[in-house]
């Protein structure tokens, strides 16, 4: 059973930092795509970064470029995400999610979510 259990969200002030961490287990997960999304309230879920788990490309939103970074340990099974600047705007639940073929930033692309992790950027 494949399970994602998102950690590190929390309330913080706008400019801070936050580290979400995204624990994955029930299968491998080499070839497989690992992504981040977030939802704010009365918003459509968006895409936010994704990174290939076997060779470590990254993608990002334009809206996080420069202030986000995704990576992985392989060594325990762990997707981060490294959030500076924080905006009042990036105020959303963050979802983890895995999926096999992934070929653009659409959420329907991804197999397995968690449950999310609220992340709220105070101004």
């Known amino acids: 059973q494949v399970q994602l259990v998102e950690s590190g969200g929390g309330l913080v002030q706008a400019g801070g930092s936050l580290r979400l961490s995204c624990a994955a287990s029930?299968?491998?997960?080499?070839?497989?795509?690992m992504g981040w999304f977030r939802q704010a309230p009365g918003k459509e879920r968006e895409f936010v970064t994704a990174i290939r788990w076997t060779g470590g490309r990254t993608y990002y939103a334009e809206s996080v470029k420069g202030r986000f970074t995704i990576s992985r340990d392989n060594a325990k099974n762990t997707v981060n995400l490294q959030m500076n600047s924080l905006k009042p705007e990036d105020t959303a639940v963050y979802y983890c999610?895995?999926?096999?073929?992934?070929?653009?930033?659409?959420?329907?692309?991804?197999?397995?979510w968690g449950q999310g992790t609220q992340v709220t950027v105070s101004s």
């Open positions: 029930g299968r491998t997960f080499n070839n497989y795509v």
């Open positions: 999610a895995a999926g096999y073929r992934v070929v653009g930033t659409a959420d329907h692309e991804y197999d397995y």
